[in-house]
């Protein structure tokens, strides 16, 4: 039987360092700021961003959460982010994703200064992260939280095979990069792949993000595999499960995460973390 990374557990852990970090900046008298702009009503957007500010209140960053009409035109909602790209109480900028029709993500992702741009979405720090200069630069909170995991587990990471299953700009893109980073041998596979198990099945280490339910079973999963399941997907009872069939690949794996309490907590995590370290690189240059 694998081992479960539980995901709520490092999350608490980390948090816990991030309050201390959060201390030793009020004692210069500095207080993080994070701004999460949330367009519309979609309703899994609207609990992902009242997490987020009950967890950054929680360990005292000053959380401001910007309700935007649906109807808002991408040239508003840049305006609005160019103010908090100049507000010096703001260290932290994020824009709530998915995006309504009239509102082309990428210029707002190129809106959001790369200083303040603490989803790593922005091409500037996107690219950093492809050449592997990553000093000062924000990474995307989910595939940094999953490499929380690699490091808590103490998985090595140097000469392996990693499979990504997904090729998003949230994760599967930013993640692929980090592993290349650390030395894996990495494969980004997709929806237009051609017999996606025969490469699953060599991964030793296995992560997935394609939103489909289940997806993934024990005959994809190599023996001994890491498995890392970055879905949120819907049974047909309504119930929250992941890419991967957690009872069958459980039996098969050496690690893997489960969902809920897997990746998800580590990403909110990680956007706390990160808005603090963001505040303390602002810190540096201007003290
Ligand atoms: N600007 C961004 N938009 C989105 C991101 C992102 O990183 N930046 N990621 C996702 C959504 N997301 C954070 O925004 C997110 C999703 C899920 C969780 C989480 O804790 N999930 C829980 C289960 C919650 C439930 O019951 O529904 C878990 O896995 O245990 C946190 C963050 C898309 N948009
Ligand atoms: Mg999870």
């Not at 961003?49 to 991408?74: D, F, Q, W, Y």
Request: with cysteine; net charge neutral.
């Amino acid at each position: 039987m694998a081992t479960i990374m539980d995901g709520k557990a490092l999350a608490a852990e980390i948090d816990m360092r991030t309050a201390n970090r959060i201390q030793r900046l009020a004692d210069q008298g500095i207080t993080p700021g994070l701004v999460v702009i949330l367009v519309g009503k979609d309703p899994a957007s609207q609990i992902y961003v009242r997490n987020k500010e009950r967890r950054a209140k929680k360990l005292g960053i000053h959380s401001i959460v910007r309700n935007l009409p649906e109807t808002i035109s991408e040239k508003e909602l840049i305006k609005i982010i160019q103010e908090y790209n100049e507000d010096p109480t703001v260290h932290a900028i994020l824009v709530q994703l998915p995006l309504p029709e009239q509102i082309n993500e990428f210029h707002v992702t190129m809106a959001i200064s790369p200083t303040k741009d603490v989803d790593g979405f922005n091409p500037f720090n996107l690219g950093k992260l492809l050449i592997n200069k990553t000093d000062q630069t924000p990474i995307a909170c989910t595939p940094q939280g999953i490499m929380s995991f690699f490091k808590k587990y103490q998985i090595n990471l140097d000469g392996k095979k990693a499979v990504m299953v997904g090729r998003s700009t949230i994760v599967g893109k930013p993640m692929a990069a980090l592993l290349t980073n650390a030395n894996a041998t990495v494969t980004i596979a997709h929806s237009h792949t051609h017999h996606l198990s025969e490469l699953t099945r060599e991964a030793d280490i296995l992560i997935v993000a394609i939103g489909v339910a289940h997806y993934i079973k024990a005959e994809d999963v190599k023996p001994g595999a890491v498995v890392i399941d970055v879905g949120m997907d819907r049974d047909s009872n309504g119930k929250l499960v992941g890419d991967v069939d957690f009872e069958s690949v459980e039996k098969k794996a050496s690690y893997i995460t489960p969902v809920p309490k897997g990746v998800g907590p580590m990403t909110i995590t990680t956007l706390i973390s990160q808005t603090v370290t963001m505040a303390e690189w602002s810190s540096e240059k201007n003290g």
